[in-house]
């Protein structure tokens, strides 16, 4: 079983900047991959952002790319979502979410069945 805490969320203006953070615990082995999700009142989770723990390549929504990287620490079981020139339209709860499932692609996870485990989530809230 593996544990998911979020925490970074909050209020921020348009244009400003947040970064999020999950930290997992409880499984002695890597996931294949962990992902950022986010749903906003009234609409179905979208995929946001995802990185392979083994190599770290990275996929990103088309909404997102070049505004949001997604890292992450080894050492300390977290991965982050560094969000920039943060819009209005980015409020959502954010969730993070690991996947104990190998795909040749990181295209694969881009959907939530693909994952495991979630977190309870963290909301942004971005003003315009």
């Known amino acids: 079983q593996v544990q998911l805490v979020e925490s970074g969320g909050g209020l921020v203006q348009a244009g400003g900047s947040l970064r999020l953070a999950c930290v997992a615990s409880?499984?002695?082995?890597?996931?294949?991959?962990v992902g950022w999700f986010r749903q906003a009142p009234g609409k179905q989770r979208e995929f946001v952002a995802v990185?392979?723990?083994?190599?770290?390549?990275?996929y990103y929504a088309g909404s997102v790319e070049g505004r949001f990287t997604i890292s992450r620490d080894n050492a300390k079981n977290t991965v982050y979502l560094q969000m920039n020139s943060l819009k209005p339209e980015d409020t959502a709860v954010y969730y993070c979410?690991?996947?104990?499932?190998?795909?040749?692609?990181?295209?694969?996870?881009?959907?939530?069945?693909?994952?495991?485990?979630w977190g309870q989530g963290t909301q942004v809230t971005v003003s315009s």
């Open positions: 979410a690991a996947s104990g499932k190998w795909y040749s692609g990181s295209y694969y996870y881009t959907v939530a069945g693909a994952f495991d485990y």
């Open positions: 990185i392979r723990w083994s190599g770290g390549s990275t």
């Open positions: 409880g499984r002695t082995s890597s996931p294949y991959a």
